[in-house]
């Protein structure tokens, strides 16, 4: 009965959601406090019941129930236990019971931790958070209920996809979905505030510590994503524009739009629409990466369904909620003032140059997602809008962005000389370039492309060098004792996380640049005793041996590495084939370490014994990711910063009577 149960509890949490997203809302409207305190204990009451729902779906897997259609279809009784609990996530109804979870634990968190916020702005929030839960549990009940039975029960499963049962696989969909879903926070954050008619410093004070959160963990599920189709798929690449890849990046562009408008909004009072524009259209983004992934529209190795009801769903829910928050945008957004003027060179000049590139980014990613959909749809034919076209639009609008990522934390709020910024950067830029050849001249080839990118990497690095001396150094007037290390402590943290997310992101290009200029590669046919060489290192294919797993079976190589006559490593590449579904799959080897990675990936064995072996070379690519989490780490210092930690009083802004003024 554990799925029945299952189902039951969905129902539930279905109704608890609907009056979630109607009493705290009517409450606020009416100034009815006793419906706007139910928000708290309603949120906590769905979390409770979508948590067990999801509990009874994972027991199922575990109990190998292959009564329950979606567990038979994603699960076998061979699967070893990580993944079946994987498996959970494995399939478009799970994963969306998962994003269902990840919503409610986004929804509680508001509700632990806004006790200093007013109560009818609280309200709202979580009103607007229950709506969303309940258009998501509908679309779960109607169209992708996991706790279908299948009678008679299947004997066993049909297995977890293979591509997905990889480590990396574990991780990846709880991190991303915390991501897309955690900017369902920063929507209903801009909601509440539009329905209040006041978009102020307080607002975007109590949102910008949720968004980074958001972006946090959306950083994090991208990288750990890119990461383990390096790792899983054998071609050995970390990028390759994929469409549903695509429509994880978008909001990511979008968020990180975001972030930077709520610091002018916080600090100026400047950009209040734009700032409640990016967060409409932030969500709207995750919502539009779920009609793509689950309509069937798309052929991706991460896409899920190919069912058309569940498409045209979604479809309708992503219209009504793009539809309903633009209206209601429109509607309030003319009585929202500009906020404070700023000149041509300025901190907020800086910022709203670096939110137009943001978003022509992210436009620029849409169109090439969409354009070959929209042809097909109008009977023009199929067309593959790939690498090219992205890598070149990125380029160009990159390149600008990281010049500004340079110059704008050391531009001055309002109003900045270009003599006097020219000064303080006058030794950066020199340096950055002269890195880049230096960096160009170790690595035996110098290109003009490569040295742009290197240049723009150092050239942040060099910035952020910049900044913190004059931060460090102590200014006139101040005493002059005391130790570096003690003006540094003084430092605001948020202050620290920008460094370090300019930081991380020097890295990462540092790290595209060097991959794709310097990486070589090699495929080649190998028996045993056969060898090649890629950049100074011989791969010796020392022996070819079948290995058994708990679903599949293997042909492994035993690949030592030399370089000049020392062994550097015994890489242990595999084809696998998993015995229930019989697809082949590539399991690649892979010896990294600070400055260079080593991949070795098996192709298909030929009629004559011996395999086609994929060999390369990749200076540098371990600096991607390591970006990434430099990027996390920084977005962590910013979201934990003393004035996002210490209690805000009720009377610092949005006072409730105002707010609760929402038919003015």
Wanted: glycine share 10%; with cysteine.
């Amino acid at each position: 009965m554990i799925p029945e149960l299952g189902q039951l509890l969905l129902i539930a949490a279905l109704a608890v959601a609907l009056l979630q997203g109607t009493l705290p809302l009517a409450g606020a409207q009416r100034g009815r406090t006793d419906w706007m305190l139910l928000g708290r204990p309603l949120a906590w009451a769905q979390f409770g019941l979508v948590l067990g729902a999801f509990a009874c779906l994972a027991a199922s897997f575990v109990r190998h129930d292959f009564s329950v259609l979606y567990v038979a279809s994603n699960s076998n009784s061979a699967l070893p236990l990580h993944y079946r609990l994987a498996g959970v996530w494995g399939g478009h109804e799970g994963s969306l019971l998962l994003w269902l979870l990840m919503l409610n634990v986004w929804t509680i968190a508001v509700a632990s931790f806004s006790a200093s916020l007013p109560r009818v702005f609280v309200a709202r929030i979580l009103g607007v958070l229950g709506l969303v839960a309940a258009g998501f549990l509908l679309f779960t009940l109607i169209t992708s209920n996991p706790f279908d039975r299948l009678l008679p029960p299947a004997p066993d499963g049909r297995d977890l996809n293979p591509l997905l049962q990889d480590p990396g696989m574990v991780a990846h969909p709880p991190m991303l979905y915390m991501g897309y879903v955690g900017f369902s926070v920063a929507f209903a954050f801009a909601i509440a505030a539009l329905l209040g008619g006041q978009l102020d410093a307080a607002w975007a004070r109590w949102t910008r510590p949720w968004t980074v959160a958001a972006w946090i963990f959306l950083t994090f599920g991208i990288g750990l994503g890119s990461w383990w189709a390096y790792n899983e798929l054998g071609w050995g690449g970390w990028w390759f524009w994929d469409p549903v890849e695509n429509a994880s990046f978008m909001p990511w562009l979008c968020g990180t739009a975001l972030i930077h408008s709520l610091a002018v909004t916080e600090k100026r009072g400047s950009f209040k629409v734009w700032t409640v524009l990016l967060a409409i259209m932030a969500f709207s983004l995750s919502l539009l990466g779920t009609f793509l992934v689950r309509s069937g529209v798309l052929s991706s190795v991460h896409a899920f369904a190919t069912d058309p009801r569940r498409g045209l769903f979604i479809l309708s829910f992503l219209v009504i909620v793009i539809g309903a928050s633009l209206a209601l945008f429109a509607w309030r957004a003319p009585r929202v003032g500009l906020g404070q003027r700023f000149g041509a060179l300025s901190k907020e000049s800086m910022l709203l140059t670096n939110n137009m590139l943001l978003a022509a980014a992210t436009g620029a990613v849409l169109l090439g997602t969409l354009y070959p959909l929209f042809l097909d749809a109008l009977g023009q034919g199929k067309i593959s809008v790939g690498p090219p076209y992205f890598d070149t639009v990125f380029a160009l609008l990159m390149a600008p962005l990281l010049v500004v990522l340079g110059i704008g934390p050391l531009t001055r709020w309002k109003h900045d000389e270009v003599g006097s910024l020219a000064r303080r950067l006058r030794w950066a830029l020199p340096g950055a370039v002269l890195a880049a050849l230096a960096t160009g001249a170790i690595e035996g080839r110098i290109s003009v492309a490569t040295t742009g990118g290197l240049t723009l990497a150092y050239w942040i690095v060099a910035s952020i060098i910049v900044d913190l001396v004059e931060r460090l150094r102590p200014r006139a007037g101040q005493a002059q004792g005391g130790s570096i290390a003690g003006r540094a402590a003084l430092l605001p943290r948020a202050m620290l996380g920008m460094f370090a997310a300019h930081l991380g992101v020097a890295v990462f290009a540092f790290g595209v640049a060097m991959v794709k200029t310097y990486e070589t590669e090699r495929d080649v046919k190998m028996g045993r005793g056969d060898t090649t060489e890629i950049a100074g290192y011989r791969f010796t294919m020392q022996d070819l041996r079948e290995v058994q797993g708990p679903n599949y079976v293997a042909m492994q190589g035993q690949i030592e590495v030399t370089q000049g006559g020392r062994v550097i490593a015994t890489l242990q590449p595999e084809k696998r084939i998993y015995r229930v579904q019989s697809n082949p799959m590539t399991e690649a080897a892979v010896h990294s370490n600070l400055v260079r990675d080593l991949y070795v990936s098996m192709g298909e064995q030929l009629p004559t014994g011996e395999w086609i072996v994929r060999v390369q070379h990749k200076p540098f690519i371990g600096w991607i990711w390591g970006g990434c989490l430099i990027m996390m780490f920084g977005g962590l210092l910013a979201a934990t910063d003393r004035r996002y930690r210490a209690r805000q009083t009720r009377s610092a802004a949005l006072p409730a009577a105002a707010v609760a003024g929402s038919g003015t």
